[in-house]
């Protein structure tokens, strides 16, 4: 584990140096306040510090409460080594940010088992955040495909639409819905059914940008959320969706299955002030119209007038 | 090394803490004393200067470093001495300063060449 140690006592920091290098650290040495700053400040820096109190530049404390500052960072645990002794140097210590104190001269066995508990806490909060981030994942994907769930994308979607009001853009929403996926169902089960919905989510995830979003609507149900995209770019990119879906059957363990998308596409340069509702209500009436239109199918929804919408 | 227990009480360094420090590595203890020999005349100068000036900060600032670096070595007594001084530089009390410095010079008079004894002592 790597180590950072920041002392302007040559002894002291030769001493720390080979103490920790011998334990197994990967040890960093560094003589000021601000080095030591810099690096616990790099990418991947130390997660380990010990730091001298009184040091050039930037003391003790100035460093803790540096590190302190940096909130989107791994946790850094910090030991204070000091020849201050006195309740108030120790209080001033903790609170500036610092996790742990060693008085000098320190004792090697003391040292290292002051380290270990330091190793300990942070293996602790990575247990935390891995179970924090898994938890997060679970809440906001689905759990068959892992692609957003209908929440999250239609929260994006929401996001987005509003990104792109205020930036004068324009944001694509395909709504799209596999054909006669209750045959694959009833025909090969829905282990089968979970293969074609898992395979699709890949495939479409593929023939997306990075910057796009999408997520599992409902059933066989997917939203595509494109980012500076327009009416004109939104057919072609539905229809690479569609080809991607249709070109090659998916592989199951009763055998290739070929299956189609129907994808309802909408424009939201040409639904301006529409409610996130309203869009989606849109672009499944597209979707119902390439399901009426044979499946297998992108139907850009065309714009209603203010007048339509108030006859309706 | 195996005598340094009886040699304590009339030396300045207290050997048996010292080889507790450097976990009984020889070659670490040369190199420490090499150090030690190259910065302490260097930082005890300074002091020196600093009380002849009056200059009460740097006289705190290069006493604490005399102390970290003799606490080091564990060289007890002087270590404790320039704490003294640290603080009596904290509290600007000169009257007491100069004589505590007197103290501290007169405490480490003997320390190099008894360092140097132990460095080739380690090494042989």
């Given at each position: 584990m790597k180590v950072l140690i920041a002392d302007d006592d040559t002894i002291s920091r030769r001493l720390l140096e080979k103490t920790l290098t011998r334990e197994g650290?990967?040890?960093?040495?560094?003589?000021?306040?601000?080095?030591?700053?810099?690096?616990?400040?790099?990418?991947?820096?130390?997660?380990?510090?010990?730091?001298?109190?009184?040091?050039?530049?930037?003391?003790?404390?100035?460093?803790?409460?540096?590190?302190?500052?940096q909130h989107d960072r791994p946790y850094t645990h910090i030991v204070l080594v000091t020849s201050r002794r006195s309740k108030q140097d120790i209080v001033a210590g903790l609170e500036s940010g610092a996790d742990d104190y060693l008085t000098k001269p320190w004792d090697p066995a003391e040292l290292t088992a002051r380290l270990r508990v330091g190793q300990r806490i942070l293996q602790l909060e990575d247990r935390l955040v891995e179970a924090r981030e898994t938890m997060r994942?679970?809440?906001?994907?689905?759990?068959?495909?892992?692609?957003?769930?209908?929440?999250?994308?239609?929260?994006?979607?929401?996001?987005?639409?509003?990104?792109?009001?205020?930036?004068?853009?324009?944001?694509?929403?395909?709504?799209?819905?596999?054909?006669?996926?209750?045959?694959?169902?009833?025909?090969?089960?829905?282990?089968?059914?979970?293969?074609?919905?898992?395979?699709?989510?890949?495939?479409?995830?593929?023939?997306?940008?990075?910057?796009?979003?999408?997520?599992?609507?409902?059933?066989?149900?997917?939203?595509?959320?494109?980012n500076n995209c327009d009416s004109t770019q939104a057919i072609v990119r539905a229809e690479e969706v569609r080809n991607r879906i249709a070109n090659d059957p998916v592989k199951t363990i009763r055998g290739p299955l070929s299956v189609t998308m129907s994808l309802g596409v909408l424009a939201s340069q040409d639904w301006d002030l529409r409610l996130v509702e309203e869009i989606l209500g849109e672009a499944d009436s597209a979707l119902y119209q390439a399901k009426a239109y044979g499946r297998n199918c992108v139907k850009l929804a065309a714009p209603t007038t203010s007048a339509d919408r108030?006859?309706? | 090394m195996t005598q340094h227990g009886n040699r304590t009480s009339q030396t300045a360094v207290n050997l048996t803490k010292l080889l507790v420090r450097v976990e009984n590595d020889h070659d670490l203890l040369c190199e420490i004393i090499g150090i030690f020999k190259e910065e302490f005349p260097r930082v005890l100068q300074s002091l020196q200067q600093s009380v002849a000036r009056e200059d009460m900060k740097n006289v705190e600032a290069t006493s604490h470093a005399?102390?970290?670096?003799?606490?080091?070595?564990?060289?007890?007594?002087?270590?404790?001495?320039?704490?003294?001084?640290?603080?009596?530089?904290?509290?600007?009390?000169?009257?007491?300063?100069?004589?505590?410095?007197?103290?501290?010079?007169?405490?480490?008079?003997?320390?190099?060449?008894?360092?140097?004894?132990?460095?080739?002592?380690?090494?042989?």
């Open positions: 650290y990967d040890v960093t040495a560094v003589d000021n306040g601000r080095s030591a700053l810099r690096q616990l400040s790099l990418p991947d820096a130390p997660r380990l510090a010990l730091i001298d109190w009184m040091m050039p530049e930037l003391d003790g404390p100035g460093v803790c409460m540096g590190v302190r500052k994942f679970k809440a906001t994907h689905d759990h068959l495909t892992s692609l957003f769930n209908r929440g999250v994308i239609v929260d994006l979607l929401a996001r987005e639409l509003s990104r792109t009001r205020r930036e004068s853009g324009c944001t694509v929403v395909m709504l799209g819905d596999l054909d006669h996926f209750k045959n694959v169902n009833d025909a090969y089960g829905h282990i089968v059914g979970d293969e074609v919905l898992r395979e699709v989510a890949r495939r479409i995830l593929g023939s997306i940008r990075s910057y796009d979003f999408v997520g599992r609507y409902g059933g066989e149900e997917f939203l595509i959320v494109l108030i006859s309706s | 005399l102390k970290g670096m003799l606490s080091e070595l564990s060289v007890t007594r002087a270590a404790w001495i320039a704490s003294r001084l640290e603080q009596l530089a904290r509290a600007r009390e000169m009257s007491r300063l100069v004589y505590t410095l007197k103290l501290l010079e007169a405490e480490v008079e003997g320390l190099l060449p008894e360092l140097d004894a132990y460095s080739e002592e380690a090494k042989s």
